[in-house]
């Protein structure tokens, strides 16, 4: 086990430095320059700019301080807001980020798995059939269709929940609420399927033979082997629904990292762009981390160690 994580480290910091150099490569590929926009009659303004954020610099001198901004984490200033940093930016921004994303999961995770389990119960049921309905609209509608939806029934004619910003609780269940439908509703087929397939196993009837009650049963010996699938899409699902956020942040006027994210790709401000780009991809990647190391200890019967030559 010890030798399969430090293999799945190296790889996971291999993929960030990935991901930082073609950041890198396609900022700098985009012709022009961040002060087009500002381009004034005097040159030695513009040159001195470009001087104090080493834009006047060959590419692979511009590439090592980048590297070195990554190292130290300090991206350093804001192009278009020369008086705050990156980092205070990441700072003001991701929790908001990450309260979102983290509450999204939650929610999706939780009634997913409880809306899958009590379906497989009642198979062929009311409730399954119910749940599975659900389920396919959850799917099919994408979530900043899903959020406009909401904010125009449940806010403005019906005028239960606020619409917008993020200053209260009730400001979180719109935007979570788009955005834990459709994780929520993969969530709920897979384990539905996955625990119908369980609950014919062998040792599912011997529990049941032996007279165990049938939420023992469920929660000690079904429940957690039907979860095997849907830990395995936990990862692709995360990375999913925090980089989804950028767009309900802005459906819904959230003062979180996709605010700054779309700003600095409009104003072309390569610290912002390449500093939150490098910060969120090294957050997914390290939560990919994790979610493979707990699915080896999720399963005893899983030897990773064994299986380096597979991985």
């Known amino acids: 086990m010890l030798k399969y994580t430090l293999k799945r480290f190296v790889m996971m910091i291999a993929t960030i430095l990935i991901i930082a150099t073609l950041t890198f490569v396609l900022m700098h590929s985009i012709p022009g320059s961040p002060f087009n926009e500002e381009r004034t ?3 030695a303004i513009q040159q001195n700019l470009e001087r104090f954020y080493k834009l006047d610099q060959p590419l692979p001198v511009q590439y090592a301080y980048y590297l070195k901004s ?3 984490f300090d991206f350093g200033p804001s192009i278009k807001k020369p008086n705050e940093s990156v980092n205070e930016l990441l700072a003001r921004g991701f929790p908001i980020s990450f309260e979102l994303g983290m509450t999204t999961i939650l929610v999706a995770v939780i009634s997913g798995i409880l809306l899958g389990t009590f379906a497989a ?3 062929n049921g009311v409730i399954d059939y119910a749940a599975m309905t659900f389920a396919v609209f959850g799917i099919s509608i994408p979530n ?3 959020a406009t939806l909401l904010i125009q029934k449940l806010a403005v004619d019906w005028n239960i929940l606020p619409p917008a910003t993020w200053s209260s609780p009730l400001h979180m269940i719109l935007p979570v609420a788009a955005l ?6 993969i969530i709920a087929r897979l384990t539905r399927s996955s625990m119908l397939e369980v609950l014919t196993q062998d040792y599912i009837k011997m529990a049941r033979a032996k007279g165990l009650s049938p ?4 929660a000690r010996h079904a429940l957690r082997n039907a979860l095997m699938p849907v830990v395995t899409i936990m990862g692709t699902m995360l990375a999913g629904i925090l980089t989804g956020t950028f767009v309900i942040e802005k459906i819904f006027a959230i003062p979180g990292m996709g605010k700054y994210f779309v700003e600095s790709i409009n104003n072309r401000d390569y610290p912002v762009i390449m500093g939150t780009t490098v910060f969120y991809s090294s957050f997914l990647v390290f939560m990919l981390f994790l979610v493979d190391i707990v699915y080896g200890f999720l399963d005893p019967r899983i030897k990773l160690h064994k299986k380096e030559g597979e991985a």
Do not use: K, Q, S
Request: charged share 15%; glycine share 4%.
């Open 41 to 43: 009659t005097n040159e």
């Open 70 to 72: 990554i190292v130290t």
């Open 121 to 123: 119960l009642r198979h």
């Open 144 to 146: 900043f269709v899903l």
């Open 180 to 185: 834990a439908t459709g994780p929520m509703a």
């Open 215 to 218: 939420f023992r049963i469920i």
